[in-house]
């Protein structure tokens, strides 16, 4: 008997060193399972309609899906990036060029603002200014770098993502059986978590991607509409902003709308307000209603802290990521006070056997 235990704890000492070992070698392709895994509960009930129309070819159809993912999601965002990135660059040059549009709106501005200010509160608006405009492109140079550097870890990302996504899809239940086979938690609580995952994934996804995604569209007729330029660039930033809790699409058409009331486009900068507080808001706040009618529903401060964060540890990708992560971990703490918590708060004795 002694000598199976110690048999027991050496084999669990091995399994956490290697476990370890293992996690490391696979951490910087987390980000990439966890989208695939992200992916494949989206796309997972269309890909089980398109296996029973392909003859069962579970391989082939997953392969289609994966190219078609990579296609319909990737492509694009990469395109609208793109021309927004080229826009951006127009953007710096007009703002550097003397006789460009932006500079001399900047320098109307200026001039509105030395106005109704002294020469030393003048001085020290110019220095602070100047120093906060030094560190944001210092910042974005640096940020610009590191991204260009990071390009061949971005292609091997995608790469992992594509290639995890076909297999969750080809050998998904496969892989479920062995992974809950392995698990030492009871049947119902897999079901529970699985589920959890799955509602979680759609809820939050849906709700973030699609509603950001046509709250840009309507942004960008309304700036569309009051002829404003760049509408490229202010539609990307406004997908992004609207990911973002408490700032929302409202920080970039807002902006747009001050610039456009100090240009002395009153009418148009009225016109904006009232737009994207009726089309652009309605927009988000319907869609989101819809989309996660049923699904698990963070506070908004919740939402706030789960987004700055991600977006700190794992880049753009935490706007997603970050809700996904605190959601589930919603879900674990309700299985565990439902099941495993009596009315009173005590643990309830487990029904399983001890592991020895």
Not at 7 to 30: K, Y
Not at 104 to 133: C, I, N, P, Y
Not at 274 to 284: A, L, R
Request: net charge neutral.
């Amino acid at each position: 008997m002694a000598s199976r235990q110690a048999s027991f704890w050496m084999l669990l000492a091995l399994a956490v060193a290697l476990g370890v070992l293992f996690f490391n070698v696979v951490r910087p392709f987390l980000l990439p399972l966890l989208l695939a895994c992200v992916a494949t509960v989206l796309v997972r009930p269309y890909y089980e309609w398109a296996v029973v129309k392909f003859g069962n070819r579970r391989g082939l159809t997953a392969f289609l899906f994966s190219v078609l993912f990579l296609l319909v999601i990737f492509l694009p965002i990469a395109g609208a990036l793109l021309i927004a990135g080229n826009e951006l660059m127009n953007l710096g040059q007009d703002l550097l060029s003397p006789d460009g549009k932006l500079n001399h709106s900047v320098k109307q501005m200026q001039d509105l603002a030395h106005q109704r200010m002294t020469d030393q509160q003048w001085e020290q608006f110019k220095a602070s200014a100047g120093k906060s405009v030094e560190g944001a492109i210092s910042g974005i140079y640096t940020k610009t770098q590191a991204l260009i550097s990071n390009i061949v870890e971005l292609v091997v990302g995608l790469v992992i993502t594509c290639l995890a996504l076909f297999y969750f899809l080809a050998d998904g239940p496969a892989l479920l059986v062995t992974l809950r086979r392995l698990s030492p938690l009871e049947s119902q609580d897999e079901e529970i978590l699985i589920a959890d995952f799955a509602n979680v994934c759609r809820g939050v996804v849906l709700s973030t991607l699609v509603c950001s995604f046509f709250q840009a569209v309507a942004a960008g007729i309304g700036f569309a509409i009051v002829g404003v330029e760049r509408v490229w660039l202010l539609s990307v930033l406004t997908m992004f902003t609207s990911m973002i809790p408490f700032v929302g699409a409202a920080a970039v058409w807002g902006v747009v709308a001050v610039g456009l009331l100090m240009a002395g486009h009153g009418w148009a900068a009225l016109f904006l307000v009232i737009y994207g507080s009726t089309v652009v808001s309605s927009t988000d706040n319907l869609l989101r209603a819809y989309v996660l009618r049923d699904s698990a529903k963070l506070h908004p401060l919740v939402a706030l802290l789960s987004v700055l964060g991600a977006v700190q540890i794992v880049g753009l990708w935490g706007i997603v990521l970050g809700p996904i992560v605190a959601s589930f971990f919603y879900a674990v703490l309700k299985i565990l006070r439902d099941r495993h918590w009596d009315a009173t708060g005590q643990p309830m004795a487990s029904s399983q056997q001890p592991l020895c």
